[in-house]
């Protein structure tokens, strides 16, 4: 009798401290509108992600499109009687009850509904309060929800691990793939880790998520969602996580960009809307140019004096390499996929034992020492010493380890399509992480010899021919006595010749011609920053300022023909539900957007062929081996900056290579040693499958024995020789290009020279 009225009480007890409890409980109607947090993502034009932004990283995906075999592995685990039960487990509950009244470890069984309950609405503190509350929440929901609706919510909401929220974003998370392509095995893992995602972590903790794995396989097993087949077969599958911090393309310059215009325009809803943002970038193309730019610098890099490790880190003695606490020490370092992080163990004359952030033990020895050899003698200051706790870099070239360092120098590289100015590659440094400055768009640097073809250009309007005779001979003008890169002069050659070979010379007697105003203010035409290029004859080396977009959207407007391209990186926006709020209309270009002659535009093209096929840039064509190839090197004084800017009428590419703080390169450097390997590997990639297109020939222009020329000088007339002997030129033989039905007389040729000579 005292059992039942004890009993009794406690059932009224309950029932008072219910009926107190119930009207505290939140609202749970806007459960069944339900609206996630979900990031801010990034994709590329083929559809790859490139980057996500949001404190929460999480993809909603509705219950009919959740596979069935993710919904029922994680029913197995988790709560095999959800759609028996109407959101409290009885059994589950009194263990939970009779734990926390006796102080022993608080029980789990929870149903999903109540773990919905707790994760929308409830904190986790452990007491009878809160369990009541969750309990009576379970209720509550299952009264205004169907278990369909139930179950979505906690498939999409639930945290599990690595800043991943819901089932979809832990596939693509742990596994880089969709809920869809999941085999049983990896179905079990991810079921496995609502329990406690951080202890059972798939990546950090890989043997308690196997043992978690194998639980969630056998629980499957038994409630019939494996056969016995597939159950063995789940049990033998190697495991197959990828890290998070991978990434399948590198374009986190672009990611940026875009999460830039977006936050500017809609704030701090961009992060958790779920909005959406596809670039104009090619996946493929994209990581092409992230490795060319990187493995360039790097391969610089190799070629350079030890400066010494980049840290230290203390290791007890007689610690043995495959000992965790080695690798361990590597944890505040950033590791770099293709500079992998190591600690030094062992040093001798001939051999270093390196321990990567893995607790991969490397054995480094012969070529792999090169650079380092200065750190490994005797008499080594302690800057450059290698020695145990020594923190560096390693490099893997095929089947060996080099130990090498971080470079110093900086790079971009930009590719666009100059058809409709769609941006295909960008990128925009060595590593985004150290060094979040975007040279394509932000960096001003002097463009060199690259900025040649625009004031060839130039001159093309202005009486000169590819055929026209320039003199490549030493000129002093007041106190400036400028000179060839080679410090070579070779006298009178051919315009086509002269920019091949990048002849200094020949384009300061282009710009007398013209005069550094008019010539300056013709390259404006392209899409140059007229007020950033010198007023002087230094305007004819490059000594002004661009961007590698710029001077990307300069060399677009030849390899079209003489249209002027807008850049394009963003080309659609859209909100949480899909719906387009912001889309970048292709630009069909037309005559409306001619900036220059298209028979100029193709005449300059021949003198960049020209340069790729036989000039300071015929590795290009030679190493592709393909004719449809155009472009000139750029190297500035004292080599601060390195560029090679190029086309094919379906791609332009330019490369960019300096110091941030400008200083030399080395006395070896230049745009075709530095610059230059990068664009042909990423032109490789971008144009594999491209069939060979060369410039179509417009009107105007006729092809004659020795090259070709503009139409109306098919038998001469046109200016002969420029500067030859430094005898003074003839006025007659600078003509201005006669219009249709009408002859300049001498006067109006003398005229338009001393106006251009003079800038007047």
Not at 155 to 174: D, H, K, V
Not at 271 to 292: F, I, N
Not at 424 to 432: K, M, P, S, T, Y
Not at 548 to 569: D, E
Request: glycine content about 8%; some cysteine.
């Amino acid at each position: 009798m005292l059992a039942l009225a004890a009993g009794a009480i406690a059932v009224l007890a309950l029932l008072l401290t219910a009926a107190v409890l119930y009207p505290q409980l939140p609202d749970t109607s806007g459960l069944a509108n339900y609206q996630p947090k979900q990031p801010l993502r990034v994709y590329t034009a083929d559809g790859v992600e490139i980057g996500g932004f949001g404190s929460e990283r999480r993809q909603f995906v509705p219950f009919d499109k959740i596979p069935k075999l993710m919904r029922d592995s994680l029913l197995a685990v988790e709560d095999s009687r959800f759609y028996d039960h109407h959101g409290i487990d009885p059994i589950g509950v009194a263990r939970a009850v009779v734990a926390n009244l006796t102080g022993g470890r608080t029980q789990g069984a929870s149903t999903i509904t109540q773990q919905v309950a707790r994760t929308f609405f409830l904190t986790r503190e452990k007491t009878i309060s809160r369990k009541l509350k969750e309990a009576l929440l379970s209720l509550k929901i299952e009264h205004e929800l169907s278990k369909d609706q139930i179950l979505t919510l906690y498939m999409n909401q639930i945290y599990l691990g690595a800043r991943s929220y819901g089932f979809a974003e832990a596939a693509q998370t742990y596994y880089g793939k969709p809920l869809s392509a999941l085999t049983p095995a990896q179905c079990a893992m991810l079921a496995g880790l609502p329990q406690n995602p951080s202890y059972v972590n798939p990546i950090k903790n890989p043997s308690r998520a196997r043992a978690r794995q194998l639980v969630a396989l056998s629980r499957m097993r038994s409630e019939g969602v494996l056969t016995a087949e597939q159950y063995e077969a789940a049990k033998a599958e190697k495991p197959s996580t990828r890290d998070p911090g991978e990434a399948e393309v590198h374009a986190e310059y672009v990611a940026e960009m875009a999460r830039a215009q977006v936050y500017a325009q809609y704030g701090e809803q961009a992060y958790t809307s779920g909005m959406k943002v596809v670039t104009t970038l090619r996946a493929a193309e994209q990581q092409a140019a992230w490795k060319a730019l990187r493995k360039t610098l790097i391969d610089r890099e190799l070629g350079l004096a030890w400066r010494g490790p980049e840290g230290h880190e203390d290791l007890e003695r007689g610690l043995a390499d495959t000992d965790p606490a080695v690798s361990q020490v590597l944890a505040d370092h950033n590791d770099d996929e293709m500079l992998q992080v190591a600690v030094v163990t062992q040093v001798s004359p001939k051999q270093v034992t390196l321990v990567l952030s893995g607790g991969e033990v490397i054995p480094v020895g012969g070529k792999g020492l090169r650079q380092v050899q200065a750190g490994l003698s005797a008499k080594a200051s302690d800057k450059l010493k290698l020695r145990r706790g020594s923190v560096v870099r390693a490099l893997q070239q095929g089947s060996n380890w080099v130990i090498t360092q971080w470079p110093e120098a900086e790079g971009a590289l930009v590719a666009l399509d100059p058809r409709d100015g769609a941006v295909r590659a960008l990128v925009g440094g060595f590593d985004f992480q150290r060094n979040q400055f975007n040279h394509v768009t932000q960096g001003w640097r002097q463009p060199g010899s690259s900025y040649k073809p625009f004031l060839y250009a130039a001159a093309l309007e202005n009486g000169v021919m590819p055929e026209t005779l320039v003199n490549d001979a030493q000129l002093t003008v007041g106190n400036w006595s400028p000179s060839n890169a080679d410090g070579q002069f070779e006298g009178p050659m051919p315009l086509h010749t002269a920019l091949a070979k990048s002849k200094n010379m020949v384009s300061i007697r282009l710009v007398q011609l013209m005069g550094p105003q008019a010539a300056r203010t013709w390259t404006g035409r392209y899409g140059f920053d007229v007020d950033k290029q010198p007023d002087n004859l230094t305007l004819a080396l490059g000594a002004g300022s661009t961007t590698p977009m710029q001077l990307a959207s300069a060399y677009a407007v030849i390899a079209n023909g003489g249209l002027k391209v807008s850049p394009v990186v963003i080309s659609q926006i859209t909100d949480g539900s899909g719906k387009v709020v912001f889309e970048a209309t292709p630009k069909v270009l037309d005559e409306s957007d001619r900036v220059i002659p298209a028979r100029n535009a193709f005449l300059t093209g021949t003198l960049l062929n020209e340069v790729t096929r036989s000039g300071t840039a015929a590795k290009a064509q030679a190493q592709l081996r393909r004719p449809d190839l155009y472009g000139k090197t750029g190297t500035t004084n004292d080599v601060y900056d390195a560029w090679f800017a190029g086309f094919q009428p379906r791609r332009v590419a330019v490369v960019w290579l300096g110091h941030d703080t400008p200083r030399s390169l080395g006395s070896q450097a230049s745009g075709s040693s530095l610059a230059l390997p990068a664009w042909i590997q990423y032109m490789g990639t971008a144009l594999a499958k491209e069939p060979v297109v060369e410039m179509p020939v417009p009107e105007g222009v006729v092809r004659t024995e020795s090259g070709w020329r503009y139409s109306e000088w098919a038998s001469g007339g046109f200016i002969g020789e420029l500067g030859v002997d430094d005898e003074p030129i003839d006025p007659s033989l600078i003509p201005s290009p006669p219009q249709p039905g009408e002859t300049p007389s001498t006067e109006d040729r003398l005229k338009g020279f001393l106006e251009r000579l003079f800038g007047r």
